[in-house]
């Protein structure tokens, strides 16, 4: 296995197909479409990378203990820290998530982003 992972900004497999949780749905009706590129979950891998892709609508987003790098490869989005202020991401914006964050991720314009998460 090699220790160097280029990340695929256009993949040709099919994407796991997905909706937010009914829970986490503010507005819309978001589809998400992910292209998991470098995670073995049986070899307890902790860092997940790849491409995911959200239509327009707007979610909780509760990070948990979870960090994640986003890189915007296209799309607008605004995310809102609860008792915070908005902040809108375009392509070639990068931004961190911290584990404890909450906020309302709102895609405004069909979003492609490249994520690194650490479990």
Same mark, same amino acid.
């Given at each position: 296995m090699?220790?160097?992972k280029?990340?695929d900004?256009a993949?040709? $497999?099919?994407?796991?197909? +997905?909706?937010?949780?009914?829970d986490?749905l503010?507005? #819309?009706? %978001?589809?998400?479409?992910?292209?998991a590129?470098?995670?073995d979950?049986a070899?307890?891998?902790?860092?997940?990378t790849?491409?995911?892709?959200?239509?327009p609508g707007?979610?909780?987003s509760?990070?948990?203990?979870?960090?994640? $790098?986003?890189?915007?490869? +296209?799309?607008?989005?605004?995310?809102?820290?609860?008792a #915070?202020? %908005?902040?809108?991401?375009?392509?070639?914006?990068?931004?961190v998530m911290?584990?404890?964050?909450?906020?309302?991720w709102?895609?405004?314009?069909t979003?492609r982003?490249i994520?690194?998460?650490i479990?």
């Open positions: 090699s220790l160097l280029t990340i900004t993949p040709a $497999f099919a994407p796991r197909e +997905s909706t937010p949780m009914p986490r503010i507005a #819309g009706s %978001p589809a998400f479409k992910t292209w590129q470098d995670a979950a070899k307890g891998d902790t860092v997940r790849g491409v995911w892709e959200a239509t707007e979610t909780r509760i990070k948990g203990e979870t960090f994640e $790098f986003c890189h915007i490869l +296209s799309g607008i989005v605004e995310i809102t820290p609860d #915070g202020e %908005p902040v809108v991401y375009r392509a070639g914006d990068s931004f911290k584990p404890g964050f909450t906020g309302v709102k895609t405004i314009e979003v982003k994520y690194v998460i479990d």
